[in-house]
């Protein structure tokens, strides 16, 4: 299946940038905070670089790996394809901007190997891009400002 991909922005209001990405850049809170993910772990670290395998049961179980390029001063992440199961290819990224308010910017595309059924690889292909995407956005929104309020209290 060709890799499709997608644009997206979201606003989260009463949140500095710095705070999203933090977010954003903490694998191991994923399963907690999207619940697609089963496992996120960090498999390899070098310099900007992590390497980061992701676990997630959409339709079927899905495995994959990406290497993700962090860049803190710009507040925004870059990612390509490294291997996986179901999946055979994702390249994407996410933007951070604003002041007090968080403008995001994620972009990404995703292939599903066949030979699963049409059917499938759709609908995999829907729930870790299409339908999964406004429902990632309000659990990082919620994220935010629960680690907002923690480090006031």
Not at 7 to 34: K, L, M, N, Q
Not at 64 to 70: E, L, R, S
Not at 115 to 132: D, E, H
Request: hydrophobic share 40%.
């Amino acid at each position: 299946m060709a890799l499709e991909t997608i644009a997206r922005e979201h606003v989260i209001r009463g949140a500095p940038p710095h705070a999203a990405y933090e977010v954003v850049t903490d694998y191991a809170c994923y399963p907690r905070i999207f619940p697609e993910f089963t496992s996120v772990r960090v498999v390899s670290e070098n310099g900007a670089h992590k390497e980061v395998e992701f676990r997630a049961r959409v339709v079927v179980e899905v495995k994959y790996v990406i290497d993700i390029v962090h860049n803190p001063a710009k507040l925004s992440t870059s990612w390509s394809f490294v291997s996986g199961e179901v999946v055979s290819d994702s390249v994407g990224g996410w933007d951070f901007s604003g002041e007090t308010d968080t403008t995001i910017r994620y972009h990404a595309g995703i292939a599903v190997r066949v030979p699963l059924p049409k059917f499938v690889i759709n609908k995999v292909s829907n729930a870790l891009m299409g339908t999964s995407i406004p429902n990632m956005f309000r659990a990082l929104e919620r994220e935010v400002h629960a680690r907002a309020q923690y480090r006031k209290s």
